[in-house]
C-alpha cells in the first residue's frame, strides 16, 4: 500500500480519532479506580486489572477501528465498504465530541484532585514542624536512676542517694534538658532490666544508671548513659577520687551528659552546673543525711532532716543549700501534722531567707519563701514573683510548680494556670503522689470533677494504700453528688490512715446524710485530740457546716485566722464552703482575710 494511501485511510477510517478517545476514557477510568478502589476499602489488585486491561485494550480498539466501519446497516469490514458509501466522516465528529467532553471531565477531575492535594499540604503544613521538634525534645530527656552502693558499710545509702540527688539537681538546671525527679526515678533500682518499659513510664529517651562505692575518704563513682529506646551506650566513665573532689565528679558528669544530649548551655547555667556549695567536707555529708530523710516524708523523719540541715549550717554557716533544705523540712512539718505552724513557719521563712541571701540562685530557696508567703503571709504578688523566679532558675524542679499551682493559682481562681503548671509538675515527676494526687485535688476545686476523680483515680493505680489520693477522690465524688460513693471512699482512707483530714470530712458527710449521732462523736474527738495536739479549726468549720451551725463554722474559721492561714488560703474558691458564702459574717471574713492580700 502506498505510504499516503495508508495515513489518508488511518485518518479517513477515524483510527487517530479513536487513539485520542481510547487514551482520554483509559486515564478517566484509571483515576477513577484509584479514586474509588481505596474509598471502598477493595483490594489494590483491582487497580492493578483495571490498568492491565486498559492498556491491553488500546491496540485492539486500534485493529477494530481500522478492521470495522459503522454504516446505517450495521458494523461492517472496512474493505467492504466502498469510500463513497463510507459515513466515517459523521462518526469522526462524534468522536470529536465525545473527546471534547471526556477530557472536560479529565480537566476537572485533574483540577479537583490538585487543589484537594494543595489543600491537604496546606493543612497539614503547620504540624509538620512539632513532630522533628518533639523528637528533639525527647531526645533531651533524662532520668537518673538511683546508684547503687557499692560500699562495705551499708550506712552509706545515704550518700549514694546524695550522689544520684547531686547530678540531678545540677541537670535539672539546664532548661534545655526534660530532667525527670528523683521521687519517679526512686521506683526503680539500680541497673534494672527493662530499661525501655522505664523509660515509656518516666516519658523520656535516655537513663543515667551509676554506683558509688566509699572507702574512708576515697570515692569511685561508675556511670553510664544509656538511650533506652536505641539501648546504645552513649558514654560511660569511672572515676575515682577523694571525697574533697565529688563535687568536681558531679560537674563534670552533668556537663558530659548535657554535652552528649546537645544540650545548649547559657553561661549561667554553665556557671550552676560547676558551683561548689560548700568547702567543707563534713557539712556535706550532713546535708546528705538530712536530705535522706527528708526524701522519706514523714512527720519524724522530717524532724530528723531538719536536725541534720542545722548541724550543717552550724559546720559551715554559709552553706546555702543547707538553709534551703532547712526551710524544706520546717515548711513541711506542720503539713504532716508533726507541728505547729506557728512554730515551724517562721523558722523555715528565716532559713529561705538566709538560702537567697547567701546564693541568689537557689530554686529551692526561692521556691519555699514563695510558699510560706503564700500560705502565711497571703502576700501572693511576692509569692508570684519567688515561684517564677524559682521556675526560671531551675525549670525542670517539679516542686516549685506544684506548689505554684496547688496554692497560689488555685487560691486566685486563676484555674488554667493552676492546671497547666499541676500538669508540667507531673511530666517532670510522673510517678509522685502527692503531685498526681494534688493534680486532682486543682481539678476538683475548679469544679471539673470528672476530669479530678479521673485523674484520682490514676493516682491509685500507683498506690491504692495512698490514703490522701482516696479522700480526695471521696470529695471529687461527694461534691459531684454521689454522697454514698464519697462516703465510702472517706472511710477506705480512715482505714489506712485515720488522720484528722479524713475524720473532718466524714464527720461533714455523716451529718449531712443525715448520721447527726456519728458526725457529733467525730467532732468530740477532734476536739479532744486539739486540747493535747495539733488539729486545724478549718476541720472543725467542715462538720459544723454539715451540722447546719453555720455560726460555730465561722468562729472555727476566725480562729484558722488567728493561727493558721494557710486554710484559709482557699476561702474563695472551696466548694466546701459554698454553704457560706451568702452570710454576712462569712463575707466580712473573706474581706477582712484578703485585706492583706498584696
Not at 132 to 150: D, M, R, W
Not at 504 to 528: C, D, P, S, T, V
Request: aromatic share 8%; glycine share 6%.
Amino acid at each position: 500500500m502506498d505510504p499516503g494511501n495508508f495515513f489518508a485511510e488511518l485518518k479517513r477510517r477515524n483510527v487517530y480519532k479513536v487513539a485520542v478517545a481510547y487514551a482520554v476514557v483509559g486515564w478517566l477510568v484509571m483515576q477513577v479506580a484509584a479514586t474509588v478502589v481505596p474509598a471502598l476499602h477493595l483490594s489494590d489488585t483491582i487497580t492493578s486489572a483495571v490498568v492491565v486491561l486498559t492498556l491491553l485494550g488500546f491496540p485492539i480498539a486500534l485493529i477494530l477501528a481500522w478492521a470495522f466501519e459503522l454504516t446505517p446497516e450495521g458494523i461492517k469490514r472496512a474493505e467492504d465498504v466502498p469510500p463513497n458509501e463510507s459515513i466515517t466522516r459523521k462518526t469522526g465528529r462524534k468522536l470529536t465530541a465525545v473527546i471534547v467532553m471526556v477530557a472536560l471531565i479529565a480537566a476537572g477531575l485533574f483540577a479537583f484532585q490538585f487543589l484537594r492535594g494543595k489543600s491537604a499540604a496546606t493543612a497539614t503544613a503547620p504540624a509538620q514542624p512539632p513532630v522533628p521538634a518533639a523528637a528533639a525534645a525527647l531526645e533531651k530527656s533524662i532520668a537518673v536512676l538511683p546508684f547503687e552502693n557499692l560500699s562495705d558499710e551499708k550506712s552509706n545509702a545515704y550518700f549514694a542517694e546524695g550522689i544520684q540527688d547531686e547530678i540531678l539537681t545540677r541537670l535539672a538546671k539546664v532548661a534545655d534538658l526534660k530532667v525527670i525527679s528523683r521521687t519517679s526515678t526512686q521506683r526503680f533500682k539500680s541497673a534494672p532490666s527493662d530499661l525501655r518499659e522505664i523509660a515509656r513510664q518516666l516519658g523520656v529517651a535516655n537513663i543515667l544508671e551509676g554506683s558509688v562505692q566509699r572507702t574512708g575518704d576515697q570515692v569511685r563513682v561508675n556511670v553510664q548513659l544509656i538511650n533506652a529506646f536505641t539501648d546504645a551506650h552513649l558514654w560511660a566513665e569511672i572515676y575515682d577520687r577523694k571525697l574533697t573532689d565529688i563535687f568536681a565528679v558531679e560537674s563534670e558528669i552533668a556537663k558530659t551528659i548535657a554535652d552528649t544530649l546537645q544540650a545548649q548551655l547559657s553561661r549561667s547555667e554553665k556557671i550552676a552546673i560547676a558551683k561548689r556549695p560548700t568547702v567543707n567536707a563534713a557539712a556535706y555529708e550532713l546535708y546528705l543525711k538530712g536530705r535522706y530523710f527528708w526524701n522519706k516524708r514523714t512527720g519524724d523523719d522530717l524532724k530528723t532532716a531538719l536536725d541534720y540541715f542545722i548541724q550543717a549550717v552550724a559546720a559551715d554557716p554559709n552553706y546555702a543549700a543547707a538553709y534551703a533544705g532547712q526551710a524544706d523540712a520546717a515548711l513541711l512539718i506542720p503539713i504532716y501534722s508533726a507541728g505547729k505552724p506557728e512554730e515551724y513557719f517562721p523558722k523555715a521563712k528565716a532559713a529561705a531567707r538566709r538560702a537567697i541571701e547567701l546564693d541568689d540562685s537557689s530554686a529551692e530557696g526561692h521556691t519555699a519563701l514563695g510558699q510560706l508567703l503564700c500560705v502565711e503571709d497571703l502576700n501572693f504578688r511576692e509569692s508570684a514573683r519567688e515561684f517564677e523566679r524559682a521556675i526560671e532558675l531551675n525549670p525542670n524542679y517539679a516542686t516549685a510548680h506544684h506548689w505554684f499551682s496547688n496554692g497560689l493559682l488555685v487560691a486566685q481562681g486563676r484555674f488554667d494556670e493552676a492546671i497547666r503548671e499541676a500538669r508540667r509538675a507531673v511530666e517532670l515527676d510522673p510517678l509522685s503522689l502527692i503531685i498526681n494526687a494534688d493534680l486532682g485535688s486543682t481539678l476538683m476545686v475548679a469544679r471539673r470533677y470528672d476530669e479530678a476523680i479521673a485523674q484520682l483515680r490514676r493516682t491509685l493505680a500507683l498506690d491504692n494504700n495512698f490514703a490522701y489520693a482516696h479522700w480526695n477522690l471521696g470529695l471529687a465524688i461527694y461534691l459531684k453528688g454521689d454522697r454514698p460513693a464519697g462516703i465510702a471512699e472517706f472511710e477506705k482512707a480512715r482505714a489506712i490512715n485515720p488522720s484528722p483530714d479524713v475524720l473532718g470530712l466524714l464527720g461533714r458527710a455523716y451529718a449531712e446524710a443525715g448520721r447527726k449521732e456519728e458526725a457529733l462523736q467525730i467532732l468530740k474527738q477532734l476536739n479532744e485530740t486539739a486540747e493535747h495536739g495539733y488539729v486545724r479549726h478549718f476541720l472543725l468549720a467542715l462538720i459544723s457546716i454539715g451540722l447546719g451551725d453555720k455560726a460555730s463554722a465561722i468562729k472555727s474559721l476566725e480562729e484558722n485566722y488567728h493561727h493558721d492561714n494557710g486554710d484559709l488560703l482557699w476561702l474563695k474558691v472551696d466548694p466546701l464552703l459554698d454553704p457560706l458564702r451568702d452570710d454576712p459574717r462569712f463575707k466580712v471574713l473573706v474581706a477582712k482575710v484578703f485585706a492583706e492580700e498584696k
